[in-house]
């Protein structure tokens, strides 16, 4: 189903954060915001939910290492116990290291992947832009136009008042 | 079990006559050491053998027997199992017993005989690696006439023309060789002598002790070599004798010695050396005095002046020069004498008449004849007469001599004259040697005959009169050689097999020497089984003791300023230069310096300061007599020896040794193991003296110079004691307490004395590692162990260890699992005292090696072993590190094993190892295996004794312990029990399975006295 | 107010750019055609590599013993370059993870260099274990995988099988941290690129980045996430790897001060080696503006911290073995600063503890060739303090039998130069391919210590 987006395009993250807020002021909704670089305060502006990545990571990290200790303590007291140096078979404290190591791999591991998977980011993914530059020095805010009362010139004036750069109108399916 | 040998040794007699087919097989395997090239037959064989292996193998296990491909399968040779044949060995002329073991037909490694009298189950390390001659592919593999490739028929029939001639024109005919101790062969080179007009047969050693037994004919009317009981005497006093090392027969000696010095029964003899360096024996010596060789014979009169004063003997020395040795002590060792008259023994090693007689008339005037010395059951281990040598050499010079044999003897090597001597030889008209390789005199010999290994034909030897050894053959002879009794045999007209040669002598000559046996048959087998019988000895008439000729020696010859005394010493692996072929020998580090394959000039710290030299410059020595050659060697600085003497070892430089121009790996920086002269060391026979009679090894002078040149010595030790350099020895540390010793005074107090004492550490977790089974330790005597360094060859043969070659060495990487470690450190006395100390892997309980490996590749067993497991190796070299004890071997290079015939001396049991692995001590798994499963098979538990480690069993002086410690009443844990015991490194709490002994040095004053009250009281 | 903020904090990139211009900065020398001195850079540092590559061929054909090693010294150069080389990699993480978490805003034009280093560092590193056993192609054993021997596994109670593990953790941790770094630089590159190649290679790279929010959000997290995991993760590497020693029984190599001493050494060489590059890239590709005297003084500053740490700890090593009692540690120390490798020893401590106290002068630290030849000197001393570590405390152990010296052969001194090759190597490619400056981050500090700026975030 096709949708009708309005572009908003700033120079400066200042600005941009302007026009957010201002949008959700009037209650617009805010499909995206596209920046060249990780803007401070856009979330909260945008209302975003915090991400449950850290959690996947969590729960990586503790299998790992729980995984690991098993995993020496099966290789050598029970599945082939060899005296080596007079320890005991089951030397917990030598254990610790290499059950560090794989925990910590497998958290950053998971953490990396889960990114790409939410954030559907995969090698030769062809990339869409709102518009030109916002991977460079463009920020650009994209509302969606919801229902008849949605009076784009008005938006565009608003968004010029914020010294937006130029505003444009996109009639289109899925943009990002 | 020895039983059970004579019943195989019968059947294998009936094999023998069916084995040559399968044994001519193995030995036509690699015609000249290399493989044979292949037809296309043999390809079709080799595919069709492939194929049917396939198919059985795949289908179901073919039994192991069918894997030997014997042709005539013989009973009692079992795949896998060893025999063991009693013999003697012939590496010298000790003529000591060895028990040959046999693997598949073939002798894999020689051991001593427990049961023969002379050697008491030692074997030294030159008889041990004498297996390696039997391999060697340079091996002379037929008859040579004029260098070119003949056969026997052809020589046989030119040599007897010849002699016919000589006969007929009654040319000179001459026999030289070395002492022969085979009473057959004796009797056959007579009867073949006897055969011409003008005819005898010279002998000589070329470590000669003529002066010995020419003093014995003086004093007692009878040129003999008494026997020595070394284990009767109770005060030692030799004169730069080198019993222990090398001087006539070493193993023999140490056994008696280390009897005599039974620290358990309180019994210790009293060891005084007086010697210009520093020998095996001077290292062992409870007082050692370094005396210039001219200094020796003034020596011997002060003492016979005041032994005899003592014992009221007449001996006027008047205006006797003063000695360098404090008076005080040479009047308390005569006391020492007189208290034990009868129960000491003077021995003078130097070859020279007058100080013969002197110690002779020592002996006699204390009583020591018939107790200490034996000179009616004599010993017939060094036979030479330099006097007859010096005769027969003015003949050749003058060119009498029309036939000369030469056997067992290479002269034109080891006497001095040097081209003078090998052009008189080449004038002989028919010159023909004996021999097993092309050495020098064999190079200039018309005739070169090869002479078999004494491994491959019947022989026999009379060491010491009355016991009378076999020698048989255990392997069929693997070139077209002939033994010189049945060379002989054939020139005397009536050609027989050796066998036959030996068996008949001994029922006319040896057999009725005897009364226990009365059948022939008995009385050989038992022989033949024990390798030794005793008979008696031949009757000996002595005259009584004659002291006209003794005369003092009213002073010492020393060198003029600047020049050194000259000393010509052999070592324990050179010997007179007839191992020059054997790697092993080269490889194996002097038991003092620890150098190998070089022979250098030994001089005192002080002299090197003198001189201003270090361990490596090289020097040239030139002879006062101006030597042909300028003779050029690199210093070897030798604490312990006089200051003004230069010693250089015999026996290097020999042509045999330029095989070893490309021994060891050969990479980037190798650098190769010979000389500039294309072979190992230098020859320093050139510098001999043939001069009143007699051979004279110290009695030249030399000038010493700087060359200003280097040869890096390769040592298998740099640093030499055990307190670190001064400036790095942290406040209130001396010595390390690496070796632990004592004095008898003080172990007479306190048998613990001198051990130190470490509490037994708590381990911090459970000990989850019970021993059920055995659980095996070893014990080392470091007081007895005389750093011989059999034990440390005994390992190389048994458990496979390559020669590295001499770069290898010299960057500290050689392979030898057990290494004698050698500390010197000086006493009040101010005498250098030398600690030997045999390490090897110590098998930890808690061992540091094992925790580092991340591969598992070494780890413990249940009976308590630290085992490496070679191809798990990936070779990080942790192991070796975290070892404290240094006691793992690293392959740094795929060691060359490409000399197929040589390789038939390895141990099929051991793992030959690849490059990049580490290896080590297994205490002899092997070993320890085999007794596992044959006590397995009979369902007992290893008995005590039932293994025994390669090491312990070669050591001539028993210093080594091995077995069950979980055993209470094992030898071995007896001896961990022993207060004299402690571990090396014991406060690291690595718990290590190898225990050591004090070592006790019987110096201080009071210990004569208790040693003595111990002994009467 | 504003005038005092600038008199309290200059800018942390100077000349004030526009967003457009970081970008044009950053991206045009790549685009541009290499410069003469690259090229050479690149041909010096290559034919360094082809040897190493020849000596480590050799070496692996005809065995171990191709170097100076022996029964006693059973590591040496080996194993010295391998903790050198681990040590060097660990700036880049600090730097990217460490000094993130401390909100160290200057990091932002050095962290992308600087992990590069660290990954480049830790191949270098890795070669070593490798290449330095008897049977290198037998390597792979220390890999706990199924097999048909038992299956026999792997003591886990090796400290070698430790450092594989935290190596190759470590190498992985790094090479993500530095990709997600790099994911929205990628993206730029690909959109202003005008070679095709470029866009397309940086359109497979940058897995469809576009900026959107979503994403950026999503990003901060992981990248948080990695900078916490990454920090403990740093740190437990040098302390494994000096476990390599500190559970030896060795005196001189079994101390409990090592996994503090080693970190530290670590992050002091690893600074050293940061400053190093920056200061050949600032030059290299022009980036004084981004790359300021500044970040030069900050990570001055860490140097001498750290060679305070380091030289605190040669001063205990020597407290405790005094305070021991036991003879044989003494002996190493007095052996390490007065035996045969005196002259080591003192290089040691002279280029890590002496030198460095220099940069307490401003004056010092703001003139970059001096910096510069301090940081060279740093990281010899540093390769020597491994050197000493592992050599004396071997050729002279308990049992005096067994001591012997240690010398090179040329074949290892060839691979010590290959490592170097490689190094220098794939960071000019670097240099070369991919923004030396995280031109996002950048972008996002553009404003700090500038007028209109609430120095909040700071």
């Known amino acids: 189903m096709s949708k009708r987006l309005l572009i908003g395009v700033f120079e400066s993250e200042d600005d941009t954060l302007a026009a957010i807020r201002a949008s959700r002021q009037r209650g617009f909704k805010v499909v995206d915001v596209y920046a060249p670089y990780a803007v401070h305060g856009v979330e909260e502006a945008m209302g975003l939910a915090p991400s449950r990545i850290p959690w996947v990571v969590f729960a990586l990290g503790v299998l790992g290492g729980g995984l690991k200790v098993w995993f020496e303590f099966w290789t050598t007291a029970v599945d082939w116990p060899v005296n080596v140096g007079g320890k005991p078979f089951n030397s917990l404290p030598a254990f610790v290291p290499v059950t560090f190591e794989v925990m910590v791999l497998f958290a950053a591991v998971g953490a990396v992947l889960s990114f790409f998977f939410v954030c559907r980011l995969y090698p030769a993914k062809r990339a869409v832009l709102p518009v030109a530059g916002v991977t460079d020095n463009r920020f650009a805010v994209v509302l969606e136009e919801t229902d008849s009362t949605f009076d784009p010139a008005e938006v565009g004036k608003m968004f010029e008042k914020l010294h937006a750069v130029h505003v444009d109108e996109q009639i289109t399916g899925e943009v990002a | 079990m020895s039983k059970k040998r004579t019943k195989r040794y019968w059947k294998s007699l009936k094999e023998r006559d069916a084995a040559p087919d399968v044994l001519n097989a193995r030995a036509d395997e690699f015609p000249e050491g290399g493989p044979r090239q292949f037809r296309r037959r043999d390809f079709l064989k080799a595919t069709g053998f492939t194929l049917g292996v396939a198919f059985a193998t795949g289908c179901s296990r073919a039994p192991v027997q069918r894997a030997i491909p014997l042709l005539s399968q013989s009973e009692e040779i079992v795949p896998g199992r060893s025999l063991f044949y009693a013999s003697t060995c012939a590496g010298c002329s000790a003529g000591c017993g060895l028990l040959a073991k046999v693997r598949d037909g073939r002798p894999i490694k020689l051991e001593g005989n427990p049961q023969h009298p002379v050697s008491r189950g030692g074997l030294c390390a030159t008889g041990q690696a004498n297996i390696l001659g039997l391999y060697d592919s340079q091996r002379l593999q037929h008859p040579l006439k004029d260098g070119k490739k003949s056969s026997w028929a052809e020589i046989d029939h030119e040599i007897q023309s010849e002699l016919a001639n000589v006969r007929r024109d009654h040319g000179a005919v001459r026999f030289l060789s070395g002492t022969i101790t085979s009473p057959t062969t004796r009797a056959e080179i007579r009867e073949f002598l006897a055969g011409f007009p003008e005819a005898h047969h010279v002998v000589y050693d070329p470590l000669s002790n003529s002066a010995l037994l020419d003093a014995h004919e003086q004093t007692h009317g009878v040129r003999v070599l008494p026997r020595f009981h070394f284990d009767k005497a109770e005060v030692i006093v030799s004169f730069d004798a080198d019993f222990l090392g090398t001087w006539i027969s070493p193993v023999g000696y140490t056994a008696d010695y280390r009897a005599g010095r039974d620290l358990d029964a309180k019994r210790v003899s009293y060891h005084v050396q007086f010697e210009p360096r520093m020998s095996v024996t001077g290292s062992k010596a409870d007082r050692r005095l370094a005396v210039a060789p001219g200094e020796m014979g003034l020596l011997l009169t002060h003492l016979a002046q005041r032994v005899a004063r003592k014992v009221g003997a007449p001996f006027v020395s008047p205006e006797l020069e003063a000695s360098s040795v404090d008076s005080v002590f040479?009047?308390?060792?005569?006391?020492?004498?007189?208290?034990?008259?009868?129960?000491?023994?003077?021995?003078?090693?130097?070859?020279?008449?007058?100080?013969?007689?002197?110690?002779?008339?020592?002996?006699?005037?204390?009583?020591?004849y018939g107790s200490t010395l034996d000179i009616d059951k004599p010993s017939l281990q060094a036979q030479g007469s330099d006097k007859e040598l010096g005769e027969l050499l003015a003949e050749l010079q003058d060119g009498k001599v029309k036939a000369l044999f030469v056997y067992g003897a290479n002269p034109a090597f080891d006497l001095p004259g040097g081209d003078g001597l090998a052009g008189a030889l080449r004038k002989v008209p028919l010159l023909v040697s004996f021999a097993q390789r092309v050495d020098e005199t064999a190079a200039l010999a018309r005739y070169v005959l090869p002479e078999q290994h004494y491994l491959e034909s019947w022989n026999d030897a009379e060491p010491v009169s009355g016991l009378v050894s076999v020698s048989q053959p255990t392997i069929h002879p693997l070139g077209d050689a002939r033994s010189l009794v049945e060379s002989i045999a054939t020139w005397n007209g009536k050609p027989k097999p050796a066998y036959d040669l030996v068996r008949e002598h001994w029922k006319a000559e040896v057999f009725p020497r005897q009364k226990k046996e009365s059948n022939f048959d008995a009385f050989w087998d038992r022989a033949v089984h024990d390798g030794v019988a005793e008979v008696e000895s031949l009757p000996i008439k002595t005259r009584e003791f004659n002291t006209q000729l003794v005369r003092p020696i009213l002073k010492a010859q020393r060198p003029e300023t600047g020049a050194f005394a000259l000393v010509l010493y052999p070592t324990v692996a050179m010997l007179d230069g007839r191992n020059a072929y054997n790697p092993w020998l080269h490889e194996l580090p002097d038991p003092i310096t620890k150098v190998t394959w070089d022979n250098y000039a030994s001089i005192s710290p002080t002299a090197a300061q003198r001189l201003g030299v270090v361990d490596g410059d090289v020097v040239r020595l030139e002879n006062d007599g101006g030597s042909p050659e300028a003779f050029e060697l690199p210093v070897c600085i030798q604490p312990g020896q006089q200051d003004q003497v230069i010693a250089v070892a015999l026996g290097y430089g020999s042509k045999l040794s330029a095989r070893f121009a490309k021994v060891g790996?050969?990479?980037?920086?190798?650098?190769?193991?010979?000389?500039?002269?294309?072979?190992?060391?230098?020859?320093?026979?050139?510098?001999?003296?043939?001069?009143?009679?007699?051979?004279?090894?110290?009695?030249?002078?030399?000038?010493?110079?700087?060359?200003?040149?280097?040869?890096?010595?390769?040592?298998?030790?740099?640093?030499?004691?055990?307190?670190?350099?001064k400036k790095l020895t942290p406040p209130g540390s001396g010595a390390r307490s690496v070796v632990q010793e004592t004095t008898l005074a003080a172990y007479l107090k306190d048998p613990h004395a001198g051990v130190e004492d470490h509490e037994e550490k708590e381990d911090l977790w459970p000990t989850d590692h019970p021993y059920p089974g055995p659980r095996w330790g070893m014990v080392i005597d470091q007081n007895a162990c005389t750093g011989c360094s059999s034990c440390v060859i005994a390992c190389q043969v048994e458990n496979n260890i390559p020669v590295v070659g001499r770069d290898e060495i010299r960057r500290n990487r050689e392979m030898h699992w057990l290494r004698i470690d050698r500390y010197y450190s000086e006493a009040e006395s101010g005498q250098i005292e030398v600690a030997y100390e045999p390490l090897m892997c110590q098998q930890c309980e808690n061992a540091p090696c094992e925790t580092v490996c991340p591969v598992l590749a070494t780890v413990h067993s249940?009976?308590?072993?630290?085992?490496?497991?070679?191809?798990?190796?990936?070779?990080?070299r942790y192991c070796a590190n975290n070892c404290p004890y240094k006691g793992r071997r690293f392959n740094w290079f795929n060691y060359a094993h490409d000399d197929q015939l040589q390789n038939l001396v390895l141990n099929p049991d051991v793992a030959v190892r690849s490059r990049g692995v580490m290896e080590k001590c297994t205490f002899c798994v092997q070993r320890i295996q085999e007794a596992k499963i044959e006590a397995k098979r009979r369902g007992e538990r290893v008995s005590d004794g039932a293994v025994q480690t390669a090491c312990q069993q070669s050591c001539p002086a028993q210093a080594i312990y091995f077995g069950d410690l979980n055993d209470p009443n094992s030898q071995v844990s007896k001896m961990m029990a022993n207060p004299r015991r402690y571990r090396v490194l014991e406060e690291l709490n690595v718990r290590p399975a190898v225990g050591y002994l004090t070592i006790v040095r019987n110096c201080s004053q009071e210990g004569k006295e208790e040693s003595k009250e111990e002994h009467h009281g | 107010m504003a005038e005092a903020a600038i008199a309290l904090r200059p800018p942390l990139?100077?000349?004030?750019?526009?967003?457009?211009?970081?970008?044009?900065?950053?991206?045009?020398?790549?685009?541009?055609?290499?410069?003469?001195?690259?090229?050479?850079?690149?041909?010096?540092?290559?034919?360094?590599?082809?040897?190493?590559?020849?000596?480590?061929?050799?070496?692996?054909?005809?065995?171990?013993?191709?170097?100076?090693?022996?029964?006693?010294?059973?590591?040496?150069?080996?194993?010295?370059?391998?903790?050198?080389?681990?040590?060097?990699?660990?700036?880049?993480?600090?730097?990217?993870?460490?000094?993130?978490?401390?909100?160290?805003?200057?990091?932002?034009?050095?962290?992308?260099?600087?992990?590069?280093?660290?990954?480049?560092?830790?191949?270098?590193?890795?070669?070593?274990?490798?290449?330095?056993?008897?049977?290198?192609?037998?390597?792979?054993?220390?890999?706990?995988?199924?097999?048909?021997?038992?299956?026999?596994?792997?003591?886990?109670?090796?400290?070698?099988?430790?450092?594989?593990?935290?190596?190759?953790?470590?190498?992985?941790?790094?090479?993500?941290?530095?990709?997600?770094?790099?994911?929205?630089?990628?993206?730029?590159?690909?959109?202003?690129a005008t070679a095709k190649w470029r866009r397309k290679l940086a359109g497979l790279m940058s897995l469809g980045w576009n900026g959107s929010y979503r994403a950026w959000q999503r990003y901060e997290?992981?990248?948080?996430?990695?900078?916490?995991?990454?920090?403990?993760?740093?740190?437990?590497?040098?302390?494994?790897v000096s476990w390599d020693f500190a559970t030896a029984v060795l005196p001189g190599w079994h101390?409990?001060?090592?996994?503090?001493?080693?970190?530290?050494?670590?992050?002091?060489?690893?600074?050293?080696?940061?400053?190093?590059?920056?200061?050949?890239?600032?030059?290299?590709?022009?980036?004084?503006?981004?790359?300021?005297?500044?970040?030069?003084?900050?990570?001055?500053?860490?140097?001498?911290?750290?060679?305070?740490?380091?030289?605190?700890?040669?001063?205990?090593?020597?407290?405790?073995?005094?305070?021991?009692?036991?003879?044989?540690?003494?002996?190493?120390?007095?052996?390490?600063?007065?035996g045969p490798l005196f002259w080591g020893y003192w290089t040691m401590v002279g280029c890590n503890v002496f030198i460095p106290q220099l940069l307490w002068f401003r004056r010092v630290r703001a003139y970059v060739p001096a910096v510069f030849l301090i940081c060279i000197l740093v990281n010899v001393g540093m390769w020597f303090e491994r050197f000493i570590i592992i050599v004396t405390s071997l050729s002279r152990d308990f049992i005096p039998a067994n001591w012997f010296h240690y010398a090179p052969t040329r074949v290892e001194v060839a691979t010590l130069l290959g490592s170097f090759g490689l190094f220098f190597t794939l960071f000019l490619l670097f240099c070369r391919f991919i923004p030396v400056i995280a031109v996002a981050e950048v972008k996002g500090v553009l404003k700090y210590g500038k007028p209109q700026l609430e120095s909040a975030h700071e």
């Open chain 2, 330 to 368: 040479l009047e308390e060792l005569a006391d020492r004498l007189c208290r034990a008259r009868g129960r000491s023994l003077i021995l003078c090693g130097t070859n020279d008449l007058q100080q013969q007689l002197l110690s002779n008339y020592l002996n006699h005037i204390l009583g020591n």
């Open chain 3, 255 to 338: 101390a409990t001060i090592f996994p503090p001493y080693f970190v530290a050494g670590a992050i002091f060489s690893g600074m050293a080696m940061v400053l190093t590059l920056m200061i050949i890239a600032r030059k290299l590709m022009r980036l004084e503006d981004y790359i300021t005297l500044r970040h030069i003084d900050r990570m001055c500053k860490l140097v001498i911290t750290t060679s305070g740490i380091v030289g605190l700890s040669y001063g205990t090593e020597f407290f405790t073995a005094l305070y021991s009692g036991s003879s044989y540690e003494q002996f190493v120390f007095l052996n390490r600063a007065l």
């Open chain 2, 665 to 725: 790996p050969q990479w980037l920086d190798a650098i190769i193991s010979v000389g500039d002269k294309g072979v190992v060391g230098l020859n320093a026979a050139p510098l001999l003296r043939l001069s009143d009679g007699v051979l004279q090894y110290d009695s030249a002078q030399v000038k010493v110079s700087r060359t200003g040149r280097q040869r890096e010595l390769a040592s298998t030790q740099t640093h030499n004691t055990l307190t670190v350099p």
């Open chain 3, 221 to 240: 997290v992981v990248y948080l996430m990695l900078a916490g995991l990454g920090t403990p993760l740093v740190i437990s590497v040098h302390t494994i």
């Open chain 3, 13 to 192: 990139i100077a000349g004030d750019k526009s967003i457009a211009q970081v970008t044009h900065d950053v991206c045009a020398p790549m685009e541009a055609r290499p410069t003469a001195l690259w090229w050479v850079a690149l041909l010096i540092s290559s034919s360094f590599l082809l040897l190493g590559a020849a000596a480590i061929a050799y070496q692996i054909s005809v065995g171990v013993g191709t170097w100076g090693l022996n029964r006693t010294v059973g590591w040496a150069f080996d194993i010295t370059n391998f903790v050198f080389w681990i040590g060097i990699g660990h700036a880049g993480t600090l730097i990217s993870a460490i000094l993130f978490l401390f909100r160290q805003r200057w990091r932002t034009s050095v962290n992308r260099a600087a992990e590069a280093m660290t990954i480049f560092a830790v191949m270098c590193a890795g070669i070593f274990p490798v290449i330095h056993t008897g049977r290198p192609w037998f390597a792979y054993w220390m890999f706990p995988y199924p097999n048909t021997r038992g299956s026999l596994w792997i003591n886990f109670r090796s400290p070698l099988v430790w450092d594989f593990f935290a190596i190759s953790t470590y190498f992985t941790v790094s090479a993500m941290f530095w990709f997600i770094g790099m994911l929205p630089d990628l993206a730029t590159i690909r959109d202003r």
């Open chain 2, 862 to 876: 249940e009976d308590g072993l630290n085992q490496q497991v070679y191809n798990r190796c990936i070779g990080t």
